[in-house]
């Protein structure tokens, strides 16, 4: 049973004879799933067949084939697992909001169920469904471990004030779904051309798939117990090393909904330290399996249990943090979403000399003065991601070397959301606020061209990690 605080009615009323769909869209999995999960209770209890849709838009805020060929693999495995269950899986190309209605018709779907997001674009999209079905629309918060909206009623300032909001509700909220259960009956359509569908992308090509980058359900719970077993040990103490290989790298699969938040908080928090396992041996009865958020009374395991909690605060706090202030600021991607003490900040050192001017092409072609800063865009060029650290210092210099904060703030969300796998997430959104105009930060002392946002350098680099390494596995 579904916790009814997920759910949005967004157009009420009885459902009618006929299947229950899911209008599957930013939780692009079939474990793990409430949406799903509730499509399928409710298409139980009627006796109704439960199908599945995924509308694939021609454009997508700036996504190229990068982004693209991540999102058609990944659902390529959605497809199967779905069909191995029973559950009919179509994949709709065109208008998003067009198709879905158009399909709600021609199956004689009795009830349509969502996902949700805090972005523009899908609210859009659901309020031209809701405005043009006739049959009741639900939407689920399948992405977050608090639902969004309950979460808070108000954009938030900081993570100071979100935090007690979030851990107040997390009890109720983080716990393993159940399983999808077949469906008896199920029928399941042909399956997709894939290789029809992406030749017909009209997309932008000019940024190619990441090699060596799996996508789908498979390589996210893979990619999640190598980080449990590689990188979390010394998380807390190495997440800011680029070099060190800590960071959990799932932010891909977070974002297109490979896998669950609330799958990754409770991976985590069930593990135990390497050194306790080794030491008592997996048939401890104490060596592993049940909730631990206590230290074990080991240094290492004390160490253990810090790195728990510091890439729990980014996963569930950091990251719920983001959601809500896209949910809640209807100027989330845009410039004047910051705070007023911030724009008025900057726009005081708007005619402050720039150390170094550069336009678009020059971030982009990673050709600026700075050997690190032209590492981590290489980094993103070439791998679809920047470490964390780096992210910050990458967006704090762009900043610095563009004639306005504005242009700043376009830049780095332009480049971001163009190469990044993750991009076009509401983290993406907060990152670069963060970083350009002092978002869920405090003024800080006045310096030319940041006024009091934050500032960063190349020295503070060279306190927590090896740049020489940085730049040289760059290439
Ligand atoms: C300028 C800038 C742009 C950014 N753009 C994006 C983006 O497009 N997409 C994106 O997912 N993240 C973005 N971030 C946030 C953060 O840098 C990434 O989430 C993180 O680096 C992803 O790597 P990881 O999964 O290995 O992180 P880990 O350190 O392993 O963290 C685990 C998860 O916690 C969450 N998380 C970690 N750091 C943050 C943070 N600072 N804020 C919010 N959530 C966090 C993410 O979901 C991440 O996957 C941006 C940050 C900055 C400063």
Redesign the pocket.
Same mark, same amino acid.
């Given at each position: 049973m579904i916790d009814p605080r997920c759910i949005t009615e967004l157009r009420g009323g009885e459902a009618s004879a006929g299947p229950i769909l899911y209008w599957m869209s930013r939780d692009q999995r079939v474990e793990q799933n409430r949406a799903l999960l509730l499509a399928r209770e409710r298409a139980v209890a009627a006796g109704e067949r439960l199908l599945v849709a995924f509308t694939l838009s021609p454009t997508f805020i700036g996504a190229t084939l990068r982004h693209y060929d991540f999102m058609l693999r990944g659902l390529e495995e959605t497809e199967e697992r779905l069909g191995r269950l029973g559950i009919g899986f179509v994949l709709l190309e065109g208008d998003p909001p067009a198709e879905i209605v158009r399909f709600v018709l021609s199956s004689g779907a009795g009830l349509l169920v969502t996902d949700y997001s805090p972005l523009r674009i899908s609210r859009r999209w659901k309020e031209s469904v809701r405005d043009a079905v006739a049959i009741p629309f639900l939407e689920v918060d399948a992405h977050n471990i608090v639902p969004c909206l309950l979460a808070s009623p108000k954009q938030e300032w900081a993570a100071r004030t979100f935090r007690p909001k979030v851990n107040r509700l997390l009890g109720e909220f983080l716990r393993p779904l159940p399983p999808v259960e077949p469906v008896e009956n199920g029928t399941v359509p042909e399956p997709t051309d894939w290789e029809a569908v992406r030749s017909r992308l009209t997309i932008d090509r000019s940024v190619g798939p990441v090699p060596g980058m799996e996508p789908g359900e498979a390589a996210a719970g893979e990619r999640l117990r190598r980080?449990i077993r590689e =990188?979390l040990p010394s998380?807390a103490e190495r997440?800011n090393d680029p070099n060190a290989g800590a %960071? !959990? =790298? @799932? !932010?891909p699969y @977070?974002?297109f909904g490979h896998i669950w938040?609330g799958e990754v908080a409770l991976g985590v928090m069930n593990s135990r330290s390497p050194e306790v396992l080794n030491s008592r041996g997996p048939e401890d009865p104490s060596g592993g399996g049940e909730l631990s958020l206590f230290g074990d009374g080991t240094a290492q395991a004390e160490a253990f249990e810090a790195s728990k909690a510091s890439?729990l605060e980014? @996963?569930v706090v $950091? +990251?719920e943090? !983001?959601e809500n202030y896209c949910a809640r600021n209807p100027l989330y991607d845009s410039f004047e979403g910051l705070a007023q003490w911030a724009r008025q900040s900057l726009a005081e050192h708007d005619a402050d000399p720039r150390e170094a001017l550069y336009g678009r092409e020059e971030f982009e072609q990673a050709s600026t003065h700075d050997e690190l800063w032209n590492a981590a865009q290489r980094e993103l060029v070439r791998t679809g991601?920047?470490?964390?650290y780096m +992210?910050?210092y990458? %967006?704090k210099k762009i900043l610095e070397w563009s004639p306005s904060p504005r242009e700043a703030f376009e830049t %780095?969300l332009w480049l #971001?959301?163009r190469y990044?796998l993750?991009? $076009?997430?509401p #983290?993406?959104y &907060?990152? &670069?606020a963060? %970083?350009v105009g002092g978002l869920h930060d405090r003024p800080w002392f006045e310096r030319p061209v940041y006024g009091k946002i934050r500032y960063m350098n190349e020295a503070g680099c060279r306190r927590k990690f090896d740049v020489r390494r940085y730049i040289g596995r760059q290439g």
């Open positions: 980080f =990188g998380y997440k %960071a !959990s =790298g @799932l !932010s @977070l974002h938040a890439f980014e @996963l $950091r +990251r943090l !983001s991601t920047i470490h964390g +992210r910050m990458w %967006a %780095a #971001n959301d990044a993750d991009g $076009r997430d #983290n993406g &907060v990152g &670069v963060w %970083a």
